[in-house]
């Protein structure tokens, strides 16, 4: 069944940029909507991006304007480019699916990637 890889992750100064990856394998990633959530510790997971299969975007509210979201289906993969970082962004990005993705939100996940640790501080 499907499997995801997260790659991506690292330390960061306030204002940065980082990229994330996920690669998919064992099915294609433009059969499922895909992503990613993030966990900091002692708070809720968060819905961060994602892409449905039909090219819908979510963008959390905290992110919107800052980060993007693409998939290139001919390599089986999935980004996040994340720019003007924040303190605020550090956490473990998981690249997932979900169930639903659109505008006004997302579903829940089904698959995720093992994580990538995001830190932002000078």
């Known amino acids: 069944q499907l499997e995801l890889v997260d790659s991506g992750g690292g330390l960061v100064q306030p204002g940065g940029s980082l990229r994330l990856s996920c690669e998919a394998s064992?099915?294609?990633?433009?059969?499922?909507?895909i992503g990613w959530f993030r966990q900091a510790p002692g708070k809720e997971r968060e819905a961060v991006s994602c892409?449905?299969?039909?090219?819908?975007?979510y963008y959390a509210l905290s992110v919107k304007g800052r980060f993007t979201i693409s998939r290139d289906n001919s390599k089986n993969t999935f980004s996040l480019q994340m720019n003007s970082l924040k303190p605020a962004d550090t956490a473990i990005y998981y690249c997932?699916?979900?169930?639903?993705?659109?505008?006004?939100?997302?579903?829940?996940?089904?698959?995720w990637g093992q994580g990538t640790q995001v830190t932002v501080s000078s």
């Open positions: 997932a699916t979900f169930r639903w993705c659109h505008n006004r939100g997302t579903g829940s996940n089904d698959y």
């Open positions: 064992g099915s294609r990633v433009d059969y499922y909507n």
């Open positions: 892409i449905s299969i039909g090219g819908d975007t």
